[in-house]
């Protein structure tokens, strides 16, 4: 698989389920960051998570990172319609400009 | 709160014309990358800019691809002679220097349809 695979590629839920989204990735990394993107909008930034952590929280977002594994999930509790969205993991590797490389998301669909 | 701006948000152009895109990045940032996302796939990385200059670049930003800052305000890509298959969403990010672990901020892109 490439850097940053997402699964699953699509994920449907009713309000109020927690959702769940995994990245993999296959170098080593400086951080990982999840992004949402509502359809046809720009990116926007959730969470950024080094490579020394394993574990970050932000309100209803719950980010683990397992560097062993080279891979991350994405948990989202409480769901709410308005969560229905894109959601994309970044890595930063090396070089100097730290660039991102996205994977190519989970559509999540949180139905009322 | 500060926001990167994307301008235009739609652009149709005529294959082989050029077209510029322009992005305004967050005033106290340095380092300033265009992105790409064809409908429906993934976002790609094109280039990177830091100090004036090129930092890195894909394999998509050829010789058809050029970036400038002209002013203290305006980061521009330019693509030379449109072809059809780069029609696609891009998108401008930027971000502060100095710790790796910073994020990037993302404009709302400008759509290139290319007929």
């Known amino acids: 698989s490439q850097q940053g695979e997402e699964d699953p590629q699509a994920l449907s839920i009713q309000e109020g389920e927690n959702a769940t989204m995994n990245c993999s990735y296959k170098t080593s990394i400086n951080n990982l960051q999840w992004y949402r993107q509502n359809s046809g909008r720009g990116l926007v930034h959730l969470i950024l998570i080094r490579s020394n952590e394993r574990e970050k929280h932000s309100g209803r977002l719950r980010v683990t990172l397992d560097t062993s594994k080279k891979s991350s999930s994405l948990l989202i509790t409480a769901s709410r319609a308005a969560d229905t969205a894109s959601y994309f993991c970044?890595?930063?590797?090396?070089?100097?400009?730290?660039?991102?490389?996205f994977g190519s998301g989970t559509q999540l669909t949180v139905l009322p | 709160e500060p926001e990167v701006t994307q301008t235009p948000s739609h652009q149709v152009t005529q294959m082989g014309q050029e077209v510029i895109l322009r992005c305004v990045p967050i005033?106290?940032?340095?380092?300033f990358y265009w992105y790409r996302q064809i409908l429906g796939q993934k976002v790609e990385f094109l280039v990177s800019f830091y100090n004036n200059e090129i930092s890195e670049k894909s394999e998509i930003f050829d010789d058809q691809f050029s970036v400038e800052r002209p002013d203290g305000s305006n980061f521009t890509l330019k693509i030379r002679s449109t072809k059809l298959e780069d029609s696609a969403m891009y998108f401008c990010a930027s971000r502060q220097e100095g710790a790796m672990n910073t994020e990037a901020f993302f404009g709302q892109g400008t759509r290139l349809t290319v007929v």
């Open positions: 970044a890595t930063v590797t090396s070089g100097s400009a730290r660039q991102l490389t």
């Open positions: 005033s106290n940032h340095l380092y």
